[in-house]
Nanobody, 124 residues
Framework: QVQLVESGGGLVQAGGSLRLSCAASGRASSTYTMGWFRQAPGKEREFVAA????????SYADSVKGRFTISRDNAKNTVYLQMSSLKFDDTAVYYC?????????????????WGQGTQVTVSS
């Protein structure tokens, strides 16, 4: 079993930056592919970014490419999402997810573990 706890959300003005963290605990979590998803009110949960266990392979949604960066520190069992040039449309609850596989995936159905989420609100 793997537990995921997100932190770092908050209120930020458009154009600003935030860094989200996801602390993982549990067996072999450092070998998992990790992802970030988000869900805005009234919308489906959508893929944001994912990174494989080594950090050498990452994938991003088109809507965040060039603005968001996913990274991980396996020594700390922590995954990060650095968000820059934030827009009003980035407002959502952001969820960390873990996948017991070496391959990056963009479908939420491919992830085995989920955190509780952290709210990001971008004011226009």
């Amino acid at each position: 079993q793997v537990q995921l706890v997100e932190s770092g959300g908050g209120l930020v003005q458009a154009g600003g930056s935030l860094r989200l963290s996801c602390a993982a605990s549990g067996r072999a979590s450092s070998t998992y592919t990790m992802g970030w998803f988000r869900q805005a009110p009234g919308k489906e949960r959508e893929f944001v970014a994912a990174i494989n266990w080594s950090g050498r392979s990452a994938s991003y949604a088109d809507s965040v490419k060039g603005r968001f960066t996913i990274s991980r520190d396996n020594a700390k069992n922590t995954v990060y999402l650095q968000m820059s040039s934030l827009k009003f449309d980035d407002t959502a609850v952001y969820y960390c997810a873990g996948r017991n596989s070496p391959w990056v995936a963009t479908d939420k159905a491919d992830y085995d573990y989920w955190g509780q989420g952290t709210q990001v609100t971008v004011s226009s």
